[in-house]
């Protein structure tokens, strides 16, 4: 097997959800490289439907966080992004038949590449209903989005407080084969 290809197999069997963030930001070049990996996801018949906005301002990022706790109903003071300081929100075109899929597959690609450059990240859900909200259509005209977007994910971001869990154990019947 080459070399580079272990590697990956390795940041994908390491790769876990981070619930702890310190609030240190992370470098820019490393955003850039990992939505830079984000934007290569396979997508359907190579349509590229989603879009990545990224938020690295604190004030917006807290908005965020606000909106995202009201539609998860938790109460005043919760932060559901952990504390992470990088916020990545990916959507995508619902005009496009493969657009869940493909926004999954970039966030996929993100918190994977993430995780190879030393970033810890976890997937935050209620984007859905977060875009389809005043407050999400708000956003995206202001950053001059047009078109049909299906908030798919929040890609949180940042440098991990404490180490990873032990991944689990994987359950025996993951796999069927039909030889």
Not at 115 to 128: N, P, T
């Amino acid at each position: 097997m080459r070399k580079h290809m272990n590697e990956t197999l390795q940041v994908l069997k390491k790769r876990r959800s981070c619930r702890s963030f310190k609030p240190d930001m992370v470098p820019q070049k490393l955003l850039e490289a990992i939505i830079e990996a984000g934007t290569y996801a396979p997508t359907g018949m190579g349509k590229q439907s989603p879009i990545i906005i990224a938020v690295t301002n604190k004030e917006l990022r807290d908005k965020l966080a606000e909106e995202n706790r009201k539609i998860g109903g938790w109460q005043e003071g919760f932060d559901p992004f952990y504390g992470a300081p990088v916020i990545f929100i990916v959507l995508a075109n619902k005009e496009i038949g493969t657009y869940q899929y493909d926004g999954s597959l970039v966030m996929g690609n993100l918190l994977n590449a993430a995780e190879s450059l030393g970033v810890a990240g976890i997937w935050i859900h209620r984007a859905k209903e977060e875009f389809a909200s005043d407050f999400g259509r708000e956003l995206l005209k202001q950053l001059g989005i047009t078109g049909d977007y299906e908030g798919i994910g929040h890609c949180a971001l940042g440098y991990a407080a404490e180490p990873a869990k032990e991944p689990a154990q994987r359950k025996k019947d993951y796999v069927y084969y039909l030889v």
